[in-house]
């Protein structure tokens, strides 16, 4: 018992370990999972709020018809993950304000600056899915590639885009008083465009030379190669430090977001097989360990009943084994040195036949001797 209690301490010890790690490691990607599933449904919400803005600064006050869809399906996600990512009061912050978008009254600017605020208010959203679900402290590259590619540079970029056609327009409209300051505003937006392009042009050539998927690269290329496009055309539509072709900056607008949105698809997606593969194969390292335990224990219960049914097949072979019988055949009680030993008789002295002096003494002296 003490042997089989020395083996089992031990290797129940290691398992212990082994299995706090493994339960530890499948919570946190299990964490980051929710956070895939929550960008994805960011990810329609960044594109509507800016076809909102854009649709605002031409005079439509109602809410279209995305921004509703995309609202909605945010609000689903953040009742089922937001405790967890701890984003619910600043979900409800945001979903406040971007109620109040079509009530919005004044000039273009001060509509501008109205969608400005909640756009931004969307961006730090991402940050905090990103930071809460710890997608941006794995451990592994081509993860943290792209989800710094997901929820930093495609909303980034998303956002660039929609302001910087949108001030290209106010550009247009403008006043000349005006413009001097839109065209620093518009510059700083065509900056941001391209930044956030090769950002996310960057991020995406390194998550695809360190990753293990065999599909990442295919799903990419077609889609990032619209992209870059996408801005060569907004660059040309821009002209920066000329007069901004309005009609090539709206052209340019619509294939960015179009190729932005099936880019943030994929990455999405391949986020959450990648993760879904980690979280496999963890759940096959706790099952093996189960199994390795439980041989363990069943090699150790056997070897204990067999070392017990040898000893005792040992005691009973001793036991029951041949032994030597000392007793004396005879009548119980009888004194076992009686016999006819010859040098053990007592003397006669009784009636002793007449044979003379002679023979008398010579009797009596050889039972004296």
Request: net charge negative; no cysteine; charged share 20%.
């Amino acid at each position: 018992m003490v042997l089989t209690v020395l083996v089992l301490l031990p290797a129940a010890a290691l398992f212990l370990r082994v299995l706090d790690d493994n339960t530890e490691q499948r919570d946190r990607l299990t964490l980051e999972n929710q956070g895939v599933e929550y960008l994805t449904a960011l990810s329609p919400l960044v594109s509507a709020l800016a076809e909102s803005q854009s649709s605002a600064l031409q005079g439509v006050t109602a809410e279209p018809a995305s921004l509703t869809a995309a609202v909605a399906r945010v609000q689903d996600a953040d009742a089922r993950l937001g405790e967890a990512l701890d984003t619910s009061e600043r979900w409800a912050g945001l979903k406040d304000k971007i109620g109040r978008l079509p009530n919005v009254k004044g000039d273009a600017a001060t509509i501008y600056e109205a969608h400005v605020e909640v756009s931004d208010l969307t961006l730090a959203l991402y940050s905090a899915v990103r930071e809460n679900s710890t997608l941006n402290r794995d451990e592994e590259s081509d993860i943290w590639f792209l989800q710094q590619a997901a929820a930093v540079d495609m909303p980034e970029a998303v956002t660039a885009v929609s302001r910087m056609g949108d001030t290209a327009n106010l550009v247009a409209a403008a006043k000349a008083k005006q413009k001097a300051a839109l065209n620093v505003k518009f510059g700083y937006e065509v900056l941001s465009v391209q930044n956030a392009g090769d950002e996310l042009t960057d991020n995406l050539q390194a998550a695809v030379e360190d990753t293990e998927s065999a599909t990442l690269a295919g799903n990419l290329v077609s889609n990032l190669n619209s992209f870059k496009r996408g801005i060569e055309d907004a660059n040309r539509g821009a002209n920066f430090g000329g007069s901004p072709n309005v009609s090539a900056m709206v052209t340019a607008q619509s294939t960015l977001q179009t190729a932005l949105n099936a880019l943030s698809g994929v990455v999405l997606k391949e986020m959450k097989t990648l993760i879904d593969d980690r979280i496999d194969a963890l759940n096959y390292r706790r099952a093996e360990a189960w199994g390795l335990l439980a041989v363990a224990v069943a090699l150790i219960v056997v070897a204990t009943f067999w070392t017990r049914a040898r000893a005792r097949q040992v005691t009973d072979s001793i036991n029951d084994g041949p032994s030597r019988d000392v007793s004396v055949q005879g009548d119980a009680g009888a004194n076992p040195y009686s016999g006819p030993n010859p040098y053990d008789q007592a003397p006669n002295y009784g009636e002793i036949p007449n044979y003379g002096d002679n023979a008398t003494r010579r009797e009596r002296s050889g039972a004296l001797r």
